[in-house]
């Protein structure tokens, strides 16, 4: 069995908020739900249960309907995950990069310090 909590997390600690995560969590879950029922599964205020839907939504992770009641589907983890972790593989070779480039300049740094005079 899966553990929820520990899942919602691993979520929080990649940039989603604790209702976020709780939502997706529970959408992954439950399939196809209201947003009442999604309140109460994922433990989050009614009152907060729709801006949270909408953030999923922003973020590509939640489907909404404009049907009353409001359902909600979670998009699945490998399609709605796809663009963030190209999205963190881009970053860790654009830091790799930076890196490199900041390593050659103290690199000549040090040279032309070796070879020049000092005067004070």
Excluded: W
């Excluded at 249960?49 to 983890?77: F, G, R």
């Amino acid at each position: 069995m899966v553990n929820e909590h520990a899942l919602t997390v691993s979520l929080e600690e990649f940039g989603l908020s604790k209702y976020e995560a709780q939502a997706y969590v529970a959408l992954i879950a439950k399939g196809t739900i209201s947003a009442g029922e999604l309140a109460y599964y994922s433990e989050i205020p009614r009152t907060k249960i729709y801006p949270t839907l909408l953030k999923l939504e922003n973020k590509k992770l939640a489907i909404i309907s404009k049907s009353k009641p409001i359902m909600c589907t979670a998009i699945a983890p490998e399609d709605a995950f796809d663009g963030i972790i190209h999205e963190q593989i881009n970053k860790v070779n654009a830091m790799n990069t930076l890196v490199s480039n900041l390593k050659k300049a103290s690199e000549e740094s040090r040279k032309s310090r070796g070879s020049e005079e000092k005067r004070y």
